[in-house]
């Protein structure tokens, strides 16, 4: 089966690629908390040049910067994002962990201060090929990536 | 000298270079055995305590007097702004319109990193939550300095409630940068939590884990005695685990002459008042050095010259 055939091509958006299959509705609702208004068609377990199954989210309308894209970077560290213009591939991008995710998730520690306070939450990322890591930049504890992946 | 604490925020224990705890440990030196000057002549010092606390609220204030300065603040959250609602932003951004510092306790972890965003003067933590103490690290790096005469090579046993405690957590960080043999002696549900062993092992320490007391008492400088907190452990099982913890005069036969015995206190039973006769009793000291640490700091952080440093 084509892929073109499962999902319909865009004009003008982003085209998140690759994405291991299972994650796509984790980031679907990312993407959606960001921007609840956001035209997404979706692709789920469809079959992968690579291997197995992948899902794919196409965003109508909306140009994802890298910024964006770190955002799902959790769910799906080896996606691809394709921006596109006129039908067209004008960007391609791997989504990649960035050095600090900020006002994205709330601190896993309950007792935290930025639970409390109206302030941004911060995390610095720490990747071994063991493991992700995120430490939050108030109440200083470092945490598994698989407490935010919900 | 030029003083790299001058206006800086203490928050973390990580946020303090090596020749930054040895700078703070000559001071509280110097002012332990000829007085303080006063480094904060004419300078309001704020002292706010979101949670009371006896040893550190008032060790903070008779440093703060001692150098001179003058004090404002609460000793318990219950009765400030906070009460009604204010949030510790607004707290904040108002004390340090009148204050020249910030000494502040709070009980939750990261209030004292989101003050010193906040404040236009100084931010000393005083605990927040379970995470940072380093006034107490400090005290406890002056006071083994003190006993010791060094720093450097120690071996250091840590005992008791290595889980919860962030004394023996930001003490294990700062003592590390000294190139010490730690022993860690704890029930197996409150052993080192693994992000202390990892950043233990990054440092490239050396430590190990023992299987009683007694086995670690003739092999180290400074014995870290803490409490095991009974709510951790159903009452069969606390009388069981604790009583492997206590450190009695008899058991410390094969010390070193030289080796302290160390506690953060308030203490329990964990060490039998029988110790407390011994040479090797160190705690009552320890708490007392809570002042000169916390002198240091203040004169270090509010002023850019210290005279005593330049004579050294």
């Given at each position: 089966?084509?892929?073109?055939?499962?999902?319909?091509?865009?004009?003008?958006?982003?085209?998140?690629?690759?994405?291991?299959?299972?994650?796509?509705?984790?980031?679907?609702?990312?993407?959606?908390?960001?921007?609840?208004?956001?035209?997404?068609?979706?692709?789920?377990?469809?079959?992968?040049?690579?291997?197995?199954?992948?899902?794919?989210?196409?965003?109508?309308?909306?140009?994802?910067?890298?910024?964006?894209?770190?955002?799902?970077?959790?769910?799906?560290?080896?996606?691809?994002?394709?921006?596109?213009?006129?039908?067209?591939?004008?960007?391609?991008?791997?989504?990649?962990?960035?050095?600090?995710?900020?006002?994205?998730?709330?601190?896993?520690?309950?007792?935290?201060?930025?639970?409390?306070?109206?302030?941004?939450?911060?995390?610095?990322?720490?990747?071994?090929?063991?493991?992700?890591?995120?430490?939050?930049?108030?109440?200083?504890?470092?945490?598994?990536?698989?407490?935010?992946?919900? | 000298?030029?003083?790299?604490?001058?206006?800086?925020?203490?928050?973390?224990?990580?946020?303090?270079?090596?020749?930054?705890?040895?700078?703070i440990v000559?001071?509280a030196t110097?002012?332990?055995?000829?007085?303080?000057?006063?480094?904060?002549?004419?300078?309001?010092?704020?002292?706010?305590?979101?949670?009371?606390?006896?040893?550190?609220?008032?060790?903070?204030?008779?440093?703060?007097?001692?150098?001179?300065?003058?004090?404002?603040?609460?000793?318990?959250?219950?009765?400030?702004?906070?009460?009604?609602?204010?949030?510790?932003?607004?707290?904040?951004?108002?004390?340090?319109?009148?204050?020249?510092?910030?000494?502040?306790?709070?009980?939750?972890?990261?209030?004292?990193?989101?003050?010193?965003?906040?404040?236009?003067?100084?931010?000393?933590?005083?605990?927040?939550?379970?995470?940072?103490?380093?006034?107490?690290?400090l005290l406890d790096l002056f006071s083994i300095y003190e006993?010791?005469?060094?720093?450097?090579?120690?071996?250091?046993?840590?005992?008791?409630?290595?889980?919860?405690?962030?004394?023996?957590?930001?003490?294990?960080?700062?003592?590390?940068?000294?190139?010490?043999?730690?022993?860690?002696?704890?029930?197996?549900?409150?052993?080192?939590?693994?992000?202390?062993?990892?950043?233990?092992?990054?440092?490239?320490?050396?430590?190990?884990?023992?299987?009683?007391?007694?086995?670690?008492?003739?092999?180290?400088?400074?014995?870290?005695?803490?409490?095991?907190?009974?709510?951790?452990?159903?009452?069969?099982?606390?009388?069981?685990?604790?009583?492997?913890?206590?450190?009695?005069?008899?058991?410390?036969?094969?010390?070193?002459?030289?080796?302290?015995?160390?506690?953060?206190?308030?203490?329990?039973?964990?060490?039998?008042?029988?110790?407390?006769?011994?040479?090797?009793?160190?705690?009552?000291?320890?708490?007392?050095n809570?002042?000169y640490a916390?002198?240091a700091?203040?004169?270090?952080?509010?002023?850019?010259?210290?005279?005593?440093?330049?004579?050294?």
């Open positions: 089966m084509r892929e073109t055939m499962a999902v319909e091509a865009i004009e003008t958006g982003t085209v998140i690629d690759h994405i291991p299959a299972g994650q796509g509705l984790n980031i679907l609702a990312r993407i959606q908390k960001r921007n609840a208004q956001a035209r997404l068609t979706v692709g789920l377990n469809l079959p992968s040049k690579g291997s197995g199954l992948k899902d794919i989210i196409k965003v109508e309308g909306w140009l994802f910067s890298e910024q964006d894209a770190a955002e799902m970077a959790l769910y799906a560290p080896h996606a691809t994002v394709n921006i596109i213009e006129a039908y067209k591939v004008v960007k391609k991008f791997p989504i990649g962990l960035p050095a600090e995710f900020t006002g994205i998730f709330p601190c896993p520690n309950t007792n935290c201060i930025s639970h409390a306070e109206p302030v941004a939450t911060r995390f610095s990322v720490t990747e071994t090929p063991e493991k992700v890591q995120l430490r939050c930049h108030f109440c200083e504890r470092s945490f598994a990536d698989s407490l935010f992946k919900h | 000298m030029v003083n790299p604490l001058f206006r800086k925020n203490i928050v973390s224990i990580s946020d303090l270079s090596k020749s930054d705890l040895e700078l000559n001071l110097i002012f332990k055995s000829q007085g303080p000057s006063p480094y904060l002549a004419n300078r309001v010092i704020a002292s706010c305590f979101f949670e009371a606390s006896t040893r550190t609220r008032l060790s903070f204030e008779t440093a703060v007097q001692r150098l001179g300065g003058s004090l404002i603040g609460f000793s318990d959250g219950a009765n400030t702004s906070t009460k009604k609602g204010e949030t510790l932003t607004d707290s904040i951004h108002m004390i340090s319109s009148y204050a020249d510092a910030i000494i502040m306790r709070h009980p939750r972890e990261g209030a004292a990193r989101l003050a010193s965003e906040v404040a236009t003067v100084p931010v000393i933590n005083g605990g927040d939550g379970a995470n940072q103490h380093p006034s107490q690290t006993c010791q005469g060094r720093l450097e090579n120690l071996s250091v046993a840590f005992v008791g409630d290595l889980k919860y405690g962030r004394t023996v957590h930001s003490l294990a960080q700062a003592l590390g940068r000294f190139n010490p043999t730690f022993y860690f002696v704890a029930p197996e549900v409150l052993k080192m939590p693994s992000y202390i062993e990892q950043s233990l092992n990054e440092q490239g320490v050396a430590f190990e884990y023992l299987d009683s007391l007694d086995a670690a008492i003739e092999k180290v400088d400074i014995l870290y005695m803490t409490r095991v907190q009974k709510e951790r452990f159903d009452p069969t099982e606390y009388m069981h685990i604790a009583s492997q913890y206590v450190l009695t005069a008899d058991m410390l036969n094969p010390a070193k002459s030289t080796m302290k015995v160390m506690h953060p206190l308030p203490r329990v039973d964990e060490i039998h008042p029988d110790v407390d006769a011994t040479s090797h009793a160190y705690y009552f000291q320890q708490a007392e809570g002042v916390r002198e700091l203040l004169a270090l952080v509010m002023n850019e010259n210290i005279q005593e440093l330049n004579n050294a």
